[in-house]
């Protein structure tokens, strides 16, 4: 079966670092995505790794350990707008054109 | 600009009438997703479309559901009996090569009253 845990809820304080941790079991992996989703819109696009490392994008950073199965994604200089939802989403390859299993999502507030 | 329009934004429905979700694309993508969120539950897939047919779907979309692109641009979402507990975020999705081609359209709400 398809299991995908991150923390449900963090707290940060703007200007700083914060961490939110995903942690996969999948039936198959073709590359991990994170989005990023306000209440009642949809999830954008932030990252996506499919190799082992980091990939860096601007505030945003995200790493991938294929053995260990887990990866994080990484926000810098936090400003109060990043307050939202973060999902982790693993794409698996199947018959379908890869379709993504997603958890729960972390919701992060930003304060002053 | 979305580059994946969603109509209508927000559907209120009668339990058991017929609703039809429309997903317009822009370019000519060939893979086509939708999606459902029920309040403060996570994304989940419901069934991919590639090459006007469906090619997978998952236990949530059963006989009520079905898809078609209609027009050759089109991409709709069929629920034919709506309930209750059909009321959700829809949203489809397109792919696209390249890393960051998922991409998901702006969303229909959906509430079954």
């Known amino acids: 079966g398809q299991n995908i845990d991150q923390p449900t809820e963090m707290t940060a304080t703007e200007g700083a670092i914060v961490q939110i941790n995903c942690t996969y079991q999948t039936s198959g992996f073709n590359g991990l995505f994170w989005y990023q989703q306000h209440a009642g819109e949809a999830p954008t696009f932030l990252s996506y790794n499919v190799l082992d490392g980091l990939e860096e994008k601007g505030r945003f950073s995200s790493f991938l350990s294929r053995s260990k199965g887990y990866s994080y994604l990484l926000l810098k200089e936090l400003q109060m707008k990043d307050s939202a939802s973060y999902l982790c989403?693993?794409?698996?390859?199947?018959?379908?054109?890869?379709?993504?299993?997603f958890g729960t999502g972390t919701q992060l507030k930003v304060e002053l | 600009e979305p580059e994946v329009t969603q109509t209508p934004s927000h559907q209120v429905t009668q339990m058991g009438q017929e609703v039809i979700l429309r997903c317009v694309p822009i370019?000519?993508?060939?893979?086509f997703y939708w999606y459902r969120q029920i309040l403060g539950q996570k994304v989940e897939f419901l069934v991919s479309f590639y090459n006007n047919e469906i090619s997978e779907k998952s236990e949530i979309f059963d006989d009520q559901f079905s898809v078609e692109r209609p027009d050759g641009s089109n991409f709709t979402l069929k629920i034919r009996s709506t309930k209750l507990e059909d009321s959700a975020m829809y949203f489809c999705a397109r792919l696209l090569q390249g890393a960051d081609g998922y991409t998901f359209g702006s969303g229909t709400r959906l509430t079954v009253v």
């Open positions: 370019s000519n993508h060939l893979y």
């Open positions: 989403a693993v794409r698996e390859p199947t018959g379908g054109g890869n379709k993504l299993t």
